[in-house]
Each structure stands twice: as C-alpha cells, then as structure tokens.
C-alpha cells in the first residue's frame, strides 16, 4: 500500500476498503443464508444481499468520480470476521447455535461497516465533498436498519428456542 499524503487519500483507501468488505460480504451471505434454518434469518440476510448490491454499485461511483478505481488490498478487518463466520458453520451442532451464530456473525460485519461508513462520512465532510456524504449516509442508515433486524430476528430465534 502506498502512503496516505493527507485526508483524500485517506478518505479514498477507505471507501475502496468498504468496497472490498462489501465484496466479501456478497461472497459470504448466500452460503449463510443456504445454511440458516430460521426463515427470519434467511429473509434478513437476504434483504442485506439486496443492499450491499446497491452499495457495491454505489461505492464504484463515488470512486470513479474522484477519480478512483474500486481496487485495492484486502479488507482484512471484514476477512476476520467472514473467517469467524465459517467457523460458526463448521462447529455449530444444533440449530440454535447455528441460527444464532449466523446472526451475530452477520451482526459483527454490520458493525464494521456502521464504523467504516461514519468514518468516510466524517472524512467526506472535511473535505466537503456533498455527494459523497449524503450517499454514504444513505448507507449508513441501511446497515443501521440491517443492525436493528439482526437484534430482532436473534430475539425472535431464542424465543422460538424457549417455546
């Protein structure tokens, strides 16, 4: 990776790097949601698919108009957690433990991407760069929606557990 020179280059890597987490994430939540066996779960998940399409294709915009390609390194903070996410399907022996375990795994990602759009956002600001802001928002109040689904379907699956 090449040195970051001031707060563009730092607010490009960034976006650049949310696009990568997003490209993994579109890799990692169709096995998710084949292995969930909750129907709230898989139908979460497959909401988020939906979203993180549109935000791929948005993220490829705001690069291109400043000036940028969607390439980069690996999102290694998103890598780990799609990591902890496979190991939840190896080892989970009951459905419980795999429903619940899919949940926070996609929960844990979300976060990472909550932190990684309210950091561009803030960079964007500086730099005031309006489009860009206002559409990372939009993002960010996409992965604060997908966030509050996640805590209610992980409610709803240990309350099916205790019935």
């Known amino acids: ?3 970051i020179q001031d707060l563009r ?16 994430q579109a890799e990692m939540y ?13 139908s979460t998940i497959n909401a988020d698919i939906d979203s993180n399409k549109d935000h791929l294709k948005k993220l490829e915009e705001l690069l291109t108009q400043l000036g940028e390609k969607a390439d980069g390194e690996r999102c290694e903070g998103t890598q780990g957690l799609v990591y902890e996410a496979n190991e939840v399907l190896n080892y ?5 433990v795999l429903n619940i375990g899919i ?8 976060h990472h991407d909550i932190a990684g ?7 964007a600001q500086a730099l005031g760069e309006t489009e860009t802001t206002e559409a990372l928002s939009r993002m960010l109040a996409n992965e604060q929606a997908t966030d509050e ?9 240990l ?3 205790s019935k």
């Open 92 to 96: 989970a022996d009951s459905d419980l």
């Open 1 to 3: 990776m090449k040195k």
């Open 9 to 24: 280059g730092l607010l490009i890597e960034q976006l650049k790097d949310r696009y990568d987490a997003a490209k993994q």
């Open 159 to 161: 309350e099916d557990q």
């Open 149 to 157: 689904a996640l805590n209610a379907v992980a409610k709803q699956i």
């Open 103 to 110: 949940a926070m795994s996609v929960q844990h990602v979300n």
């Open 30 to 42: 169709p096995r998710l949601v084949e292995a969930a066996t909750h129907a709230g779960l898989k």
């Open 117 to 123: 759009h309210n950091s561009c956002i803030l960079y």
